[in-house]
């Protein structure tokens, strides 16, 4: 149940591209729909952000969230979990939290540039394969019989409903998305941003380049945190959580990953931010993959988030 | 301000697609994340469309609203209108109906298919001046200052925001679209399809092809409508409401398709269907252009679609 004083939605940020010169082109409708000549010229607006806003009626403080996707996913990884309950953003909303839920630069409702040679490289989208051992549901050897690591808290029953959920993705836009997304801060005003995986690199980055506007950085499983070290100036004081799940020794690439937030967590400490590290096999976090938000007990894991806010509210580090 | 009982989303629908045989590539990502070697084979799910929901805590009828978007859009056209009025999803929700808001195959959250020899023709994005003169903005010559037609009730003057949510789409995933879309609505159950633009075409077939479930149909400015002539026996007896707008004599392309909706219309009421033809310069619709839920006066056309619906309802045709 939830009461809402307002949501909507609104795109921001990306920038105007005019396409001059080309050719038209005569196109072919499959449905009942006159043939007709295409023009590819002209005006365009690419690279922007895609927002959608729910403010409750009872808020139960002023500051808003920002939620920000990872990689290949989109705003919809925070709603309704693969099997079906009900996701952090429904959490959230009953607990009276405003929340901007964001898809940024080629992801969901963003769109993306299909104007040729504005974007380098080619679109990728993820297999079933490689999600299955990058998210650490299981042993590579699992994924065919789809047999999860001994204590897994995702649904892998509802693999097949998550795989759904995977969007293609560039490598090559990373400027742009951290150009969109801090516009989307801008537009937010004072927020506390939370951000899973690949977003952890675009939340840093803007924490550091609007330290007045990112009152509060959660970073998710991050696969992606600071370019180099971070910096005392802008985070000094700021709260930082950092949460991290279970099964990183299975797999070297996470091994790397959770040595590196794990020193990030001590250079934070040590320069002078407010840091929480969450992780696996202390905090309640085992049996959690990379995606916490839609494992089997993702609402007690919600529930940690959210009292980490209201005692960092209580401490006056956000209204 | 919306009380909602419940809301979340799901994807449905879309096919799995095993790719095979394929070399590794090395991949460099401009993030502080170590290179990898990506894999492009494994398991896909492509072609499925993701779907929004929102049930009012006060519903007022059982039936819900199922609202699908026009070619090189999302379903963020429902909401947030282009200059930051509320939208008709928000209008729908105070009023107490629950809604499904709809992206279909390739378009926003759905995702869309980047896999090699899947889909043939490539994506079209919609430049800035097909979009102000196939949506009747204003004359051809009147784009670059942004002169609209005469009493043109779209907030041209929020053109730029409007156009960051146009999205590539292709012209050969016709039959996918309908598959999912038809996924979607055997998904929700009984329903009232609303549909605007190309969604027309997706929507008429629907309730030709699921005639128990589509229970009423509002096309709102289709461009797509039936393949050939509407069917009496799937929709004898079914409300059918069409909306058009007005400057439609000022383009060649729309002259004919005004001529389709009112053909349309007179074929529906011959079929038995009880057909409502809204249309400027009658019933309120003069100054229109081709987005009525964006247009000054969205909440006006709004609250005619209520009118309706309750009426209908009323009279037996839908819980």
């Not at 895609?50 to 002023?62: I, K, L």
């Not at 964001?102 to 490289?121: H, I, K, P, T």
């Not at 090559?172 to 969109?180: I, L, Q, V, Y």
Request: proline share 7%.
């Amino acid at each position: 149940m939830v009461d809402l004083a307002k949501f909507g939605s609104f795109h921001v940020g990306g920038r105007p591209v005019r396409v001059a010169g080309q050719p038209t082109r005569r196109i072919f409708f499959a449905d009942a729909v006159p043939d007709f000549e295409y023009d590819p010229n002209g005006d365009f607006v690419i690279e922007q952000a895609y927002v959608q806003y729910f403010v409750p009626s009872r808020p139960v403080m002023q500051t808003p969230l920002v939620l920000l996707h990872g990689g290949g996913l989109t705003g919809a990884m925070w709603e309704t979990t693969p099997d079906g309950r009900p996701g952090w953003l429904n959490h959230l909303l009953a607990w009276g939290f405003t929340t901007y839920v964001v898809d940024n630069v080629e992801r969901g409702r963003a769109g993306w540039c299909s104007l040729d040679g504005e974007w380098d490289g080619q679109p990728l989208i993820r297999s079933g394969q490689e999600a299955w051992t990058l998210f650490r549901f299981g042993a590579e050897d699992g994924y065919g019989t789809r047999t999860p690591f001994d204590g897994q808290r995702f649904p892998t029953d509802s693999f097949d409903a998550f795989m759904r959920g995977f969007v293609p993705r560039w490598t090559t836009t990373g400027e742009a998305s951290h150009a969109a997304f801090q516009d989307v801060v801008r537009r937010v005003g004072p927020c506390v941003v939370i951000c899973h995986s690949q977003g952890g690199g675009f939340g840093c980055r803007a924490a550091e380049a609007l330290p007045d506007l990112v009152r509060g950085l959660v970073a998710i499983e991050p696969s992606g945190l600071f370019d180099g070290r971070p910096s005392p100036v802008s985070l000094g004081g700021k709260p930082v959580l950092l949460m991290l799940g279970d099964y990183t020794d299975a797999y070297p690439v996470w091994q790397e990953l959770a040595g590196i937030i794990r020193a990030t967590a001590a250079d934070l400490e040590a320069a002078g931010a407010s840091t929480t590290l969450m992780a696996a096999p202390d905090d309640g976090l085992a049996g959690h993959s990379h995606m916490p938000m839609m494992d089997r007990g993702s609402d007690r894991v919600a529930a940690r988030l959210k009292d980490w806010l209201l005692d960092h509210k209580a401490a006056g580090c956000f209204d």
